[in-house]
């Protein structure tokens, strides 16, 4: 219930209709029964730092990011975590003595499904020997490099489409404030070559999201070179599986979607704001399931 007492939270972005973000964050409010809730604000490009003048102003406590503000937040905060400055975008923003300050919790989001239990189990910790192939070079691929870089693979591949996008993509990483320095990155052609070594294959193009699941980044030839034993991770949530993890499943990889990735890059943002350990990750798991009719 919404009283004179409760605390705001929320995200900005442009447009923010479709966001997922308060069905997932309400739901989880709701389920700890904090005096807070989690609001859309729909944030033009021209007006974030009225916006955020706007947010101290009423006490806001705490805010998610998304597209446009991502980048162009970053010389608008106090103080920006070393993550969020590696990966060169912001996701999460809150307010301590020094003002608004944010980070990126997407890293986090990425490795919580490869550092489950079950996976410690199958695949140990230990990823020196493994190769990481990443599809894609925009912003979500800042994260996963980020993370496969944490994780300590041996070998971190890119692939994208313009030479030009990859060369200044290497180049950010190798003078970023957490340099990646083994990080190869490629155009399309080699893909056929890197995906048989591929210990751990990410798909960070929206190629097979809804309205298109038909599609897949990665055609049948080269499906069929996927080894039995990698991981296949696709960002995409919808449709969930898409059709590049069920053809690779087939193919005998294990397959891990972008829904817990989403899940758990929100369940990390609460936990800064509500400075707590313990968020109801299920509960959130279930009211975005829910959301996007996935049951
Ligand atoms: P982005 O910054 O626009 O980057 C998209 C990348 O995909 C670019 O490198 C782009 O190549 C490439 N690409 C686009 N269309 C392509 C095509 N037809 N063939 C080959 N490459 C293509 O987008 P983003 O923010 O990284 O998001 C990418 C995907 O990840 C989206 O589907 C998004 O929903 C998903 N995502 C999921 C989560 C999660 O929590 N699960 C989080 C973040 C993002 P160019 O550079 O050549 O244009």
């Not at 937040?73 to 999460?92: D, K």
């Not at 369940?267 to 299920?282: G, M, N, R």
């Amino acid at each position: 219930m919404i009283k004179g007492t409760t605390k705001l939270l929320g995200v900005i972005g442009h447009p923010i209709a479709h966001s997922l973000s308060p069905a997932m964050h309400n739901a989880a409010i709701s389920h700890l029964g904090v005096d807070f809730v989690y609001l859309p604000f729909p944030v033009k490009p021209g007006d974030l730092k009225a916006a955020l003048a706007g947010f101290a102003a009423i006490d806001l406590r705490g805010f998610s990011i998304t597209i446009p503000h991502k980048q162009t937040i970053l010389p608008l905060l106090a103080e920006v975590s070393p993550i969020a400055r590696a990966i060169g975008a912001v996701n999460t923003v809150y307010l301590t003595d020094k003002g608004w300050c944010g980070t990126n919790t997407d890293v986090e989001g990425f490795l919580a499904p490869l550092q489950t239990p079950a996976n410690l189990a199958r695949e140990g910790s230990d990823w020196s020997q493994k190769v990481a192939v990443i599809l894609g070079n925009g912003g979500a691929a800042r994260a996963v490099v980020a993370g496969c870089a944490q994780l300590g693979c041996a070998e971190i591949h890119v692939v994208g489409r313009s030479e030009q996008n990859l060369a200044e993509f290497h180049d950010s990483w190798v003078t970023s404030p957490m340099p990646v320095q083994n990080l190869q990155v490629h155009t399309w052609d080699d893909l056929s070559m890197l995906i048989s070594q591929a210990d751990l294959l990410v798909n960070t193009t929206p190629v097979g999201m809804y309205p298109h699941g038909e599609k897949s980044p990665v055609a049948a030839a080269a499906i069929a070179r996927i080894s039995p034993g990698a991981i296949v991770y696709d960002l995409i949530y919808t449709p969930n599986p898409t059709q590049f993890l069920k053809d690779a499943q087939l193919r005998g990889a294990r397959a891990i979607d972008g829904l817990e990735m989403l899940v758990q890059q929100g369940a990390a943002a609460l936990k800064i704001w509500l400075d707590t350990e313990s968020v109801p990750v299920d509960v959130m798991r279930q009211a975005l399931r829910q959301h996007l009719g996935l049951d």
